[in-house]
Nanobody, 121 residues
């Protein structure tokens, strides 16, 4: 059973940077990708970044050029570096491990508690 624990959220001002960390424990051999999602108040959960075992990354248009996803080689941690933060980035952020079918990411690990980011203007 894979367990993820997100951390690093907080209150920042617009334009600042922050890095989120996802600690992963358990057997990860069945996964070959990871993703960060976010859910803003009264909005649907949104996939913002993914990374494959190959290192290939993909970003939602809303964060492209500002966010960077990375991981360690053992899949024990997944990171989300966020730069030039905007008030629209305010949300609860969640990480998952999963797999890809073609270009589609499928989250497969149990959802963690998330970490809250608030960006003030």
């Amino acid at each position: 059973q894979v367990r993820v624990v997100e951390s690093g959220g907080g209150l920042v001002q617009a334009g600042e940077s922050l890095t989120l960390t996802c600690g992963v424990s358990g057997t990860t051999s069945m996964f070959n990708a990871a993703g960060w999602y976010r859910q803003a108040p009264d909005k649907q959960r949104e996939l913002v970044a993914t990374i494959r075992a190959s290192g290939n990354t993909h970003y939602a248009d809303s964060v492209k050029g500002r966010f960077a996803i990375s991981r360690d080689n053992a899949w024990s941690a997944v990171y989300l570096q966020m730069n030039n933060l905007k008030p629209d980035d305010t949300a609860d952020y969640y990480c998952t491990l999963g797999t890809f079918t073609g270009a589609t990411y499928h989250p497969a690990s149990r959802w963690g508690q998330g970490t809250r980011l608030t960006v003030s203007s």
